[in-house]
């Protein structure tokens, strides 16, 4: 294979060449590719883990644990294809015969995410994913860690020496990644990112001429509701939980729970603001978020109706680190529930939330049912209390993951998984980005009728 950097139309050209050899490889062989990609970043772990400390700032240890999600979403894959069963053939005989198999769709543009430099990025679980259905794979780099990325694509192209050559290259800058969703030969994109990025590759992917489907991660807020059982006898441990959680990672997860609801009176401002004022700061990703961040938190701060319950607002003379270099502070607000307005709904992506203090049952049940599609929900109450009931009718709806009595950071990958929701968390709902049902979004079922043997699509799978 050539250099994995390239120009766009030059990726894309090796990609659309290399789609049906690739694509017609035997699964053992496909599978071993995804096993040699994970050999090889296992490899150069430590190599990998400095350059992206360096570059993010995000701390060795979380990194470590990321680059090990990262080989084993690769080693799922790998298993998951030589098993066969992603194929979900239906074989019915009678007249006329019917042979329905799940085909690969054709290249597919990955868009690296900021916040996992690793699980979300280059050799990510979108790369894998899209290798693992058959698929050709062309990576726009995120700019917040270029020397990683740059790095991660050489060992990954190391790992696909044998493979056709355009099987996976990297492309690099804002015009690249604007020109690859338009590309002729990409069949699919897989976006993670902010929504404003996100909506305006979504549009361009639709205006086509030939509309692709786009799956892109987008914002979410993840509500937390706690009922007013569950702060009376546990609220001590759920504000621990809720700080360690909107903190974790800066603030910078996408399952980050930007809303905490609270029963009013429920004497817990002592507990939320301990561990935030005592939180440690941290750099954001890019000075891009960081930007985004202070003028987000500011702009809460100045509502009439919000107030800072902890912490520190960024750009204000009590904390100087609204400067772009600077790190901000945990932050937390408050705000009443009758006061929610769909403005308040928005996710501030870095470690900043809004604690909603409602007054009566119906007020939280309204709010829950007014929530914005999120990745995640979030449920804490007390001995199967009726209410409990209630909240889940109204936002199963709205998230595709419903958590009872935990937290939503921290996400597993797993068949079970579901990591999706309806927008503005996604564009495909439907669809899940971890877990090994992500295959789904890069595979299209076709029926062959009265198919001769000797043409049979799963001829030379296995």
Not at 12 to 33: V, Y
Not at 386 to 394: H, S, T, W
Not at 395 to 418: E, K, N, Q
Request: proline share 8%; aromatic share 6%; with cysteine.
């Amino acid at each position: 294979m050539t250099d994995p950097i390239t120009t766009v139309d030059a990726a894309c050209a090796a990609a659309g060449r290399a789609f049906e050899p690739f694509a017609a490889l035997p699964l053992p062989e496909r599978a071993a590719f995804l096993d040699g990609i994970a050999d090889r970043l296992d490899a150069h772990a430590a190599e990998l883990v400095e350059l992206a400390a360096e570059e993010t700032g995000i701390p060795a240890g979380r990194l470590t644990g990321e680059m090990a999600r990262t080989t084993g979403q690769l080693r799922l894959f790998a298993n998951l294809v030589r098993d066969g069963g992603f194929l979900d053939v239906v074989a019915e005989d009678g007249e006329p015969s019917l042979l329905r198999v799940n085909e690969p769709i054709g290249p597919v543009a990955v868009y690296a995410a900021s916040n996992f430099p690793f699980a979300f990025s280059v050799a990510g679980g979108d790369t894998a994913t899209a290798l693992a259905a058959g698929c050709p794979v062309v990576v726009k780099a995120h700019p917040g860690h270029p020397r990683t990325s740059r790095r991660t694509a050489e060992l990954v192209h190391d790992a696909l020496a044998a493979a056709p050559e355009g099987t996976f290259a990297l492309v690099e800058g804002f015009e690249a990644g604007v020109e690859l969703v338009g590309h002729p030969v990409i069949r699919a994109a897989a976006f993670t990112g902010s929504t404003r990025g996100g909506r305006a590759l979504f549009d361009l992917a639709n205006a086509r001429p030939d509309p692709i489907p786009f799956y892109g991660e987008l914002g979410s807020v993840n509500p937390v509701f706690v009922t007013r059982a569950a702060a009376k006898a546990r609220g001590e441990e759920i504000a621990a939980g809720f700080t360690a959680s909107f903190t974790a990672n800066a603030g910078q997860m996408c399952t980050k729970p930007g809303l905490l609801f609270l029963p009013s009176g429920h004497g817990l401002e002592e507990p939320l603001r301990r561990p935030v004022e005592e939180g440690v700061r941290n750099r954001l990703l890019t000075s891009g978020i960081h930007e985004a961040y202070v003028a987000g938190v500011s702009g809460l701060a100045e509502r009439p109706e919000v107030r800072v319950l902890a912490g520190d607002v960024p750009g204000t003379a009590d904390d100087p680190a609204g400067d772009p270099a600077g790190d901000p502070a945990p932050v937390l607000f408050a705000v009443a529930a009758r006061d929610l307005t769909p403005e308040l709904w928005e996710e501030h992506f870095g470690p900043a939330s809004l604690v909603v203090e409602y007054d009566t049952d119906d007020e939280l049940l309204a709010a829950a049912a007014a929530m914005p599609g999120s990745l995640t929900a979030t449920i804490h109450t007390e001995g199967g209390e009726p209410l409990a009931r209630d909240l889940v009718a109204r936002v199963r709806r709205r998230a595709g993951r419903i958590v009872f009595d935990g937290w939503p950071t921290g996400v597993a990958v797993t068949a079970a998984i579901h990591h999706g929701g309806p927008w503005p968390a996604t564009t495909a709902p439907l669809h899940t980005s971890v877990g090994t049902a992500a295959i789904r979004r890069f595979l299209v079922p076709v029926v062959y009728q009265n198919v001769p043997d000797s043409l049979s699509p799963l001829e030379g799978r296995s």
